[in-house]
């Protein structure tokens, strides 16, 4: 049996989770006009304190928020396009223009301001990171909230698209073009000593759904400025079948792990799998584990047959399991084969990427989000010198998995996951 059919059979095989979406109300911007005062968000009075646990260097943003409520100036829509790992995503209209937008609904926080901030930082001046139009900040639900008016991208996720084309037959070329534009996402943080820390398909969308649409970064939760030797990362962020073995090692890490999420994105744009993956259910096993911290995968004879051996090459160095030898983004940016001449061989991944293969992974990837946001302490300075096993983050973890009496490698099911703040 090859990896391929490896892969759908244990997604198939572990399918237990519903895979349609929730029925959401949608309503057309002229309806909304008459229900938007109706949504609970209300302006934000400057008497309102600030959250006690907001740091000096976030309390004041180095760009101009809003305080009057965001339905002054948008209508906004029940619609859900989508759950970030902080906060959940709307449907919005500009008021004056009829533009449509995305609305991301944070609680206010020292990391959700942190993410507002490297977000609108990272957008100005890179054509492959969503644009942040509008800041507010909001009363909701009696909370203090920031909300990021973001442009619409109305071309939907990276798999989505794939999956779903008719036309013609998906190509090397294509891929070639894909990872290219994620790489002038990730040199363009990179550069601004930002490591993005969540790289995977979920976070890449196409601005609409023509030939010639953009391929754009969102979602900074996990975003983090300082990544260097003076100030390396140390929480360890992730979502499984992209995590760098760094992260899993429990070691100091930096930026070079956007880079190994990189190379586990080509890989699966090429072949329709992911090159590390769980065989019982899990999100993340302990076989997963030891196969990504030994860098162990394949490149099966039937899947990349007609694979060029450059492009095969690339995801050798990027998925290089020591950071310290791992290629570097701007390596990346000039390799030929994002310049020259790629071939143009068909490359089916779509029955990889069925409802049914790629929802099962969906489910899993939000299981183990939702548990990783509600251990993260988000203690990057204050674990520096605490032993990995005796970190903050490592002790609610295994408190958080002796409550629900299960072991490392299982998800909760999707139906318990709560919506995020």
Known sequence: MGLRDLFRKYKKGHHNAPTSNPIVETKTPQQQHQTHDKTGLTSLHISESMPSNISEKYRQFPFATRRNAVTDEYEVSKESLGVGING??????HRATRRKCALKILKDSDKARREVFLHKKACDGCDYIVKVLDVYENMYAANRCLLIVMECMEGGELFNRIRDRQDKPYTEREAANIIL???????????????HRDLKPENLLFTNTSNSALLKLTDFGFAKEGNNEQRPLNTPCYTPYYVAPEILSNDKYDKACDIWSMGVIMYILLCGYPPFFSTHGGAISAGMKT???A????????EWKNVSQEAKSIIQKMLTVDPADRVVIGWIIKCPWFTGTVP???IDIRPMLDAENYEQMRVEIAA???????????DDENINHLAPENSRIAKLRAAKRQR???GDTVPAPLSQIEERD
């Open 88 to 93: 959940k995503v709307l449907t919005c209209w």
């Open 181 to 195: 534009m994620i790489a002038t996402a990730v040199s363009h943080l990179h550069n601004m000593d930002i490591a």
């Open 291 to 293: 196969k990504i911290k």
């Open 295 to 302: 860098g162990e995968y394949q490149f099966p004879k039937n």
């Open 344 to 346: 143009e061989t068909p």
């Open 368 to 378: 183990a989000n939702h548990a990783q946001r509600r251990a993260d302490a988000d």
């Open 404 to 406: 629900q009496g299960v």
